[in-house]
């Protein structure tokens, strides 16, 4: 049996001694299998000898594979062990002539880069000390950019909402020395994507942002498992729109701030920071930050200053002198030490008494990977070839990239199976028939990672389902409409960065989501009536009077389970007031719910119904009079 190391796996959070830290995350070393599809930039001549400058090589390498197959299925770019020197910017762009003058489409930028490295240590992107245009802090310049398409070919900046999925994977971005306007990563991604697995670092007085998600439009997305060393800033954001979603960060060295924030919902768990000056500084009445099982460590008058709302749970703040400055009118400012929960803007319990947390159990994210030299098996390119890989006993399964597996029958998950890593590949489930089914195996935990599932998936079983950077029937749904999680099983399913909609859990499941991206349609986005915890819940309605929703798009449905939220964005598309949904944001049938979230989109549109109790046909209503402020730092109910 080849070796292989689940991280964190099944390790549900402990009240009486928080925060928990999250454990270290295994190192990974990520050498493609033979004729896998993945792109490796020493093939367009880069040397990684830390001496040569690989800027051109790396950007030829991008340019000849990122429009193959956008949006769905791009190769992935792959960094072997090495020091790439670099004196200009990486980006998610076609460098063809003319991208720079008006003559190329969307100014040459695409969808779905995805960088990845042998080994995060080992595979380090570097910027030449003192290079040319980075030594200006107020003429910021990024190192490594991922960008939106646009229909225009002016769209020099790479800004826009059609920045899909995109990944920076398993490396370390260096800033080097002298370059004090340097942007470590410049990162945009809609709906999903990320930066996981990523060092992120600064010499002394260099580095003006370590990552900047200041461009239209942040999100949604995913931070996941990075560090930040040094720069003047950690993070930044700008936009009310879309939402960040990150866990297990650590950041360092900063010289002005950790994050600073106008007007972006961050959902932040298992953050550790240490430093001289603030953690978080807000600017605008719609920012908002949920920050769960996390320390703040360091000097000065606070660690958060905002005037947003604002979840604390289970955080520890020590060398400031205040945990929270509240600026808005409220002024409850929160002193530093143990802080278990505390919630500043509106509260309401919709059932009476004082709104309380579900504290409901976290489990945390099984990450599973392959040990150094482990037997990767092919999945081939067609159902049947795939299904006999699984069959076959293999535990680590690859998808070729720019194709697509279509299916003739439902894909069983079962055997020894671990991980399926789809490489930016794509499944297209069979008409009228789940695309996937989990059964039951041998292995414990069964993993779908950078895979596109056109079609749904069931869980009938007993087995923990993950799905990490993936999309179950993305938008729109599948090629007949069908799309989402259908979770009947006495197991547990993880959603880490997943683009779909349509999930009902069943009431004997559990589940955990971390960025969870959910649009479109007449049906609830997301059933519960088992257990869910999510962690970052972007959704977008359909307009009042579209011909898929004439009511437009119910968010939640909670049918006699426990449903807790952090930073969901209520993004209601339309344009007049009758545009606004008659379809409620929430309903809680029976069963408990905690819910914090914050609207977004023109006021006209916003839902009248924020919560329907009792019954999704004609319940009680809650509407949208009844809360003070762009949402809730805390919605309940319990029935």
């Not at 830390?50 to 990122?66: C, E, H, L, R, S």
């Not at 190769?75 to 910017?89: C, E």
């Not at 000056?277 to 769960?292: D, E, N, Q, R």
């Amino acid at each position: 049996m080849t070796p292989f190391s689940v991280s964190r796996l099944l390790v549900a959070l402990t009240l009486s001694a928080f925060p928990l830290t999250a454990a270290p995350v295994p190192e990974w070393t990520f050498v493609p299998p033979k004729d896998s599809g993945v792109v490796n930039v020493k093939d367009y001549g880069a040397k990684g000898d830390g001496v040569t400058d690989d800027t051109a090589a790396i950007a030829q390498a991008i340019t000849a594979n990122i429009d193959k197959a956008r949006y769905r299925s791009n190769p992935f770019i792959w960094f072997p062990n090495g020091t790439y020197l670099v004196t200009g910017p990486i980006e998610s762009r076609m460098r063809a002539p003319g991208y720079d003058e008006g003559k190329v489409f969307s100014a040459g930028w695409r969808s779905m880069l995805v960088m990845i490295g042998e080994t995060r240590r080992g595979a380090v992107i570097k910027l030449a000390d003192k290079a040319p245009g980075y030594g200006d802090p107020a003429q910021p310049k990024w190192i490594i950019a991922t960008g939106s398409e646009a229909d225009k070919k002016d769209n020099y900046g790479g800004g826009g909402n059609r920045a899909f999925r995109h990944g920076i994977l398993n490396l370390t971005v260096d800033a080097g020395s002298g370059n004090p306007g340097a942007i470590g990563i410049d990162f945009i991604a809609s709906n999903r994507g990320t930066v996981d697995g990523v060092t992120i670092r600064a010499g002394a007085g260099s580095g003006h942002t370590g990552i900047a998600m200041t461009r239209a439009w942040p999100g949604p997305a995913m931070i996941l498992d990075v560090r930040i060393e040094g720069f003047a800033k950690g993070m930044a954001l700008d936009h009310y729109q879309y939402g960040m979603t990150f866990e297990n960060i650590q950041m360092t060295g900063q010289r002005e701030v950790g994050i600073s924030n106008a007007n972006n919902v961050l959902t932040m768990r298992h953050v550790q920071f240490e430093g001289s000056v603030p953690f978080y500084t807000a600017k605008g009445g719609h920012a908002m930050l949920c920050l769960l099982d996390s320390t703040l460590k360091g000097t000065g008058p606070a660690a958060i200053t905002t005037s947003g709302l604002v979840n604390l749970r289970r955080v520890t703040v020590t060398g400031f002198a205040q945990a929270l400055d509240d600026t808005s009118k409220a002024n409850r400012d929160l002193a530093a030490g143990a802080i278990k929960s505390h919630d500043q803007g509106f509260a309401l319990s919709a059932s009476g008494g004082t709104p309380a947390p579900l504290d409901l159990p976290i489990e945390e994210i099984p990450t599973v990977r392959p040990a150094a030299g482990a037997v990767w098996t092919d999945g081939g390119t067609t159902g049947q070839s795939l299904q006999a890989a699984i069959d076959s006993g293999a535990e680590w399964i690859f998808l070729k990239p720019v194709q697509t597996v279509k299916l003739d029958d439902t894909l069983l998950l079962r055997g020894k199976a671990r991980l399926i890593l789809g490489m930016n590949g794509c499944i297209a489930g069979p008409p009228g028939k789940a695309a996937i089914r989990v059964e039951e195996g041998q292995s414990p935990i069964v993993v779908l990672e950078h895979i596109y599932i056109d079609g749904f998936v069931e869980h009938p079983s007993s087995r923990t389902f993950v799905l990490r950077h993936g999309d179950i029937g993305g938008l729109n749904g599948s090629r007949d409409g069908a799309s989402g999680l259908r979770a009947t099983g006495t197991g547990k399913t993880h959603i880490i960065d997943v683009i779909g909609r349509g999930y009902d859990i069943g009431p004997r499941h559990s589940l955990w989501a971390r960025q969870l991206n959910a649009e479109f349609g007449e049906a609830p986005l997301f059933t519960n009536s088992g257990t869910s915890w999510i962690l970052g819940f972007k959704m977008e309605s359909s307009s009042r009077g579209s011909k898929d929703a004439p009511n437009s798009t119910p968010s939640i449905l909670n049918r006699a389970g426990q449903l807790e939220l952090f930073g969901g964005l209520l993004y209601t598309l339309g344009s007049k007031k009758e545009h606004a949904p008659l379809a409620p944001a929430f309903t809680n049938e029976k069963g408990k719910i905690a819910i914090s979230y914050r609207t977004n989109g023109i006021p006209d549109t916003y839902y009248k119904n924020v919560l329907r109790m009792d019954n999704f046909q004609s319940g009680t209503d809650l509407t949208s009079d009844k809360i003070k402020g762009p949402g809730a730092a805390l919605l309940t109910d319990q029935r």
